[in-house]
């Protein structure tokens, strides 16, 4: 099904289909031989080889840096909940929960609305008015992470912390995840910046992948007689796979965002259930602690906690673009 | 004439209310519009509430003068504004060339599986945390030397430079006709003139393109400056010393207790904001013309 999108080959010369698949095949034939070339092709080579080596090198560099804590705690640095530098006594248990429900919570706000400006974009909106649009979604990723921060302390916590906590809390306080402090730093906090600042890559890839699906599916439903909503859930159907890389893309994102996240979850490294209260993230304590780690292995501590966001980065990214790339075939790739 | 519903087609099951069904495509359909309304409302919001609060403290002297103590008047962010040139400066005559030269050869030479693999793994770098940059950026650069420099910051913020330039250098040099190509070959060019002379000039537009906004995005990083960087009170343009930012001034800024910090922070912002947005509008309406 898929598999019937191709590309369009913006290489092809006018006769028709040339006798190379490929611009790299076709240089590659051209080719003639020259020391000059040679050069050229191995300097561009170890260039690309270089960038790619990056990825390498970093994994190797933390965990070199990273060997002191690891030899001390073991696997136990993963579970433990304690993170108390003076005692020497590290654990990554408190940020790892931080990071993660707050970059749930991100999600939860942020996919709905993320999914639905991509159907109105590439289902709805007439071109001249889609350009636009998309064009102002994508000036919010442009924006830096720190201004998120300025704005999360100085407008949105104190809104939050004067008009919705409060109510929520008196309205739904019997339940242990809205009780605790509202004081507006925190979970909840966090959870809403990261879901504006993953807001624009959420969208940019689901309207990728929902401009991959083939019209005939969209013709196939209306020809059923489906109303517009009914053909979107079709193609929402087709684009399932895709857009679950897309959410998972920007869980990516949420999950390694740093400066926004320090300035507006209250940096308080225990496990809470309550969500309007502080928590801490793994890029938040790294940020934080970073450069007044005084003993070595409470470097190699930090490091190791970098070593952990960087292993579950890695994952999610490898996961996103495989399942992106079932939907796109590669045609969205570039997205990044 | 059965339509009734099954479970192959989920979609389609037997809801004979015309007028039902039509009232839920228009809610459904409006609900989407809703939803880019709230973003970009949020936007406005925010660049509002930037605007209102930065012009505020922003002047001129504010533009010129290095940083004073709390209290003193004439407090500006002159030398964070240098800093943030000159670390762009280091990442671009790093990254740039870097950049480039893997996207040619991705476009150019990568047979197809290498090139997958180089190009899937240059991809996952763009995916990496800054804050995981600035660790790494600490334990090549600042660790060995000693002591925090400019320099290890330019090197991590051309870390996250360099595969945004090589995947928009390869985007671009793929829309240049190999009729171009196959013309300076017949010239008589050997290859590296024909991509360095034709061909990569022919996309320079295009790479220039990504090339601001590559240098749009790591003019708004912080994070892997905080221990590389660091901060510094008065101008310098040594880059073997630490160095001011903007990025890294709004925050210091924004979490200290005094309340006239937090107004610089706020016109900081302004200019930071102002800068990155001048980029992006500017580059991505070059691009919508050429489009």
Redesign the interface.
Known sequence: MASSITPPNTYEPAGGPGPFPSVGARTRALFPSGFGDWVFKYSTLLFAIGIAGLVVAIIVSMAQNSTLSVAKFGWSFLTNTTWDPVHEQFGAAAFTYGTVVSSVLALLFAVPVSLGIAVFLVEQAPRRLSYPVSFLIQLLAAIPSVVYGMWGIFVLAPLLRTYVYPPIQSALGFLPIFQGPTNGLGLMTAGLILAVMIVPIVTAVSTDVLRAVPDTQREAAFAMGATKWETTQVVLGAARSGISGAVILGLGRAIGETMAVTMVIGNRPEISEHLFGPSYTISAAIANEFTEATSELYRHSLVELGLILFIITFVINVLARLLVWTVTRGQGSARA | MA?SGSAEFP??TADFNLRR??L??RV??G??????V???G??LA?LL??SATGIRQLSLGFLVNNPKPVGESGSGIANAIVGTFILIAIATVIGL???I??G?????????KF?R????????????????????A???IV?PMGHFSALAGGVGLA?IM???V???TE?MI??V???L??AS?ALGA???RM?LGVVLRTAAAGVATGAMLAI??I?????PL??TA?SYNYMSTDINQPIASL?YQ??YY??SPYEEW?SM??AA?LV??GM??VI??AV?SVV?RRA
Do not use: Q
């Open positions: 339509v979609v389609l069904r039509k839920k495509s459904m359909t609900l989407t519009m809703a939803c880019a709230l973003l970009i949020i936007l925010i509430y930037i060339p870097v950049g030269m893997a040619i050869y991705l476009s150019e030479f990568a047979s197809s090139g693999v180089v190009r899937f793994l240059i991809d996952t770098l763009t995916g990496v945390p800054s804050i995981v940059v600035g660790v790494f600490w334990t090549v660790h870390i360099m595969p945004i090589a995947r928009t985007e793929k829309l006709p190999h009729s190509r196959e070959l050997p290859v590296w991509s749009a995005r003019a708004g990083e912080t994070a905080l221990f660091l990025t709004i925050y924004a979490g937090h922070a706020w912002t930071l904001v990155i947005l992006n509008v991505l919508r």
